[in-house]
């Protein structure tokens, strides 16, 4: 089982819908992220936490919003699905202490029609 | 403001060659810099570079970091066409009390039989 789970692992979904994508890990780290990859852009950062009491926002937070129900589980919600959302989400996790790299999960690979 | 930049943006080789893809970044701390392959979906991680000049290796892959003219190279020797993938690289931009991820756009790297 991969360490780090996001579902749904593909979604269509229409305009104005909410939409809620998931992410849970098994490798007890408290960092968790979430990030959108879309096509000459990279990856970049929408939300990150460094605890369930610590939510922070990332460079392109706006129509995004999170969850972290606990140290394994951390989710974002689409509140009102728009058309430039459609990109592929991957969840992250990293240690919480020192110079350490990040864990993907396999994407969530979200359209908006 | 912090950025990530990755050259070439794609490159396409034949087996058998050796090739280097570089990074170079601009934050306002620096804590390390790390290199991810991707090929289907998730990013697997490569190396994570925290001083200058010393050059991390795994098998055919190498990489070093210069941290006074604030790039890196990852090389490839002796390409195979399991080698094909998006090679990322990523800083991690210490600020305190925060570990983020900045990301470049990624190398497309294509290995020809």
């Known amino acids: 089982d991969a360490d780090v789970t996001q579902t749904p692992r593909n979604r269509i979904t229409k305009t104005g819908k909410r939409i809620m994508l998931e992410c849970s890990q098994t490798?007890?780290?408290?960092?968790m992220y979430w990030y959108r990859q879309d096509p000459g852009l990279g990856l970049r950062l929408i939300y990150y936490?460094?605890?369930?009491?610590?939510?922070n926002k990332g460079e392109i937070s706006d129509g995004y919003s999170v969850s972290r129900q606990a140290q394994a589980k951390f989710s974002l919600s689409l509140e009102s699905a728009i058309p430039n959302q459609t990109a592929l989400y991957f969840c992250a996790t990293s240690l919480g202490q020192g110079n350490t790299e990040a864990f993907f999960g396999q994407g969530t690979r979200l359209t908006v029609v | 403001e912090d950025k990530v930049v990755q050259s070439p943006l794609s490159l396409v080789v034949h087996e058998g060659d050796t090739v280097t893809l570089n990074c170079s970044y601009e934050?306002?701390?620096?804590?390390?810099l790390l290199w991810y392959k991707q090929e289907k979906k998730a990013p697997t991680f490569l190396f994570m570079l925290?001083?200058?000049?010393i050059e991390k290796k795994s098998g055919r892959l190498s990489s070093i970091l210069d941290k006074k003219e604030l790039f890196s190279i990852l090389n490839i020797t002796a390409t195979q066409t399991g080698d094909s993938a998006v090679y990322l690289c990523a800083v991690d931009p210490a600020r305190s009390g925060t570990y983020k991820y900045i990301f470049g756009t990624g190398t497309r790297l294509k290995v020809l039989a």
């Open positions: 936490s460094f605890d369930v009491k610590d939510i």
């Open positions: 925290t001083s200058s000049g």
């Open positions: 934050v306002t701390n620096f804590r390390s």
């Open positions: 490798k007890g780290h408290d960092r």
